[in-house]
């Protein structure tokens, strides 16, 4: 089982396909499994702490198999995104807005928690290829900016003022978002011009290549990229609210450990999001494989899993009386 389960992140897949396939209310499947299905099974599915054995993590670590099923979320989101252009353009002549809607909700999945996600493990691989396709899938989210920002900028600044991608203590996610999109996007283009430029063109070229297949599906498909990035941004948001680094000098901060981003082991996340929700331990060991990051002890354990986190954080004021309680006090 410890190999199959990762294949649950096609679930996500599945329910993406079903709300592209229909209209009305079943347009909103993909948000309504991902945001009511998936939070209410971590409500009955109890948090797994225990870490796999070492003689396992070699065992995994020889397997090709892990990385066989990031690979593979790569036609299935390019699929996705097909069968997103396609659709659409029927939902503006029939002028079906609420079918409109969900079907932007329903790529906004994909690309959020899907593609963005894929390429955030893949963006941290040595190898060039991992490295191409995660770039390649932050395109079809128009947020290649990410890649640069995320392994070159938030893994060295996370949890201090620098950081766009750290939420502070009292900040709301709606000011968050709006101050780690443009911070990200600035970040990107101190880091990497050249590289930067690069991921601007392959954007254009895509938004191009839909406009010239379908037109009208041009606008809808900008407006789901937003609702994808937005979806990491949440996921930013909730990863290191309220959390800090100590200044130990004008130009150096304590060194990044699992104290310093909230961790969750509940299941449907972690097997869904590919050990995201470990990441208290990715921030100690960024270049750690997906299968083999670590629950830590000392870090600090949100009260639920991603989905339930992620909507609690709509509400600022509930949110703030949830975590600000259990912010470590350093």
Known sequence: MSYLRYLLAFTLTLSVWWALSHSGWWSFSALAYAFGVVPFLEVILPPKTQNASEETLARWERSMWFDAV?????????????????????????????????????????????????????????????????????????????????????????????????????????????????????????????????????????????????????????????????????????EHYGLTRKKLSDLRYETATPVHSWNSNHPMGRFLLFELTRHSDHHASPHKEYPSLQHHDEAPQMPAGYPAMMLLSLVPPLFYKVVDPLIPKR
């Open 70 to 238: 990031l690979v593979l979320v790569v036609p299935a989101h390019l699929w996705m995104l097909w069968l997103f252009v396609t659709t659409v353009p029927g939902d503006i002549a029939a002028g079906d807005t609420l079918s409109l809607v969900g079907h932007i909700t329903a790529y906004g999945v994909s690309a959020g928690s899907l593609a963005i996600n894929t390429a955030h493990e893949l963006g941290h691989r040595r190898e060039k290829h991992f490295q191409t396709l995660a770039q390649g899938l932050l395109v079809t989210s128009l947020y290649g900016q990410f890649y640069i920002d995320h392994n070159w900028g938030h893994h060295k600044h996370v949890a201090t003022p620098e950081d766009p991608s750290s939420a502070r203590r009292g900040e709301s996610v709606y000011a968050f978002w709006l101050r780690s999109v443009l911070g990200v996007w600035r970040s990107a283009w101190a880091l990497d011009a050249p590289r930067m430029a690069r991921l601007l063109v392959w954007e254009i070229v895509l938004l191009m290549s839909i406009a010239w297949v379908e037109t009208a599906a041009l606008l809808p498909f900008v407006a789901a990229s937003v609702v994808g990035f937005l979806l990491l941004e949440t996921v930013n948001y909730i």
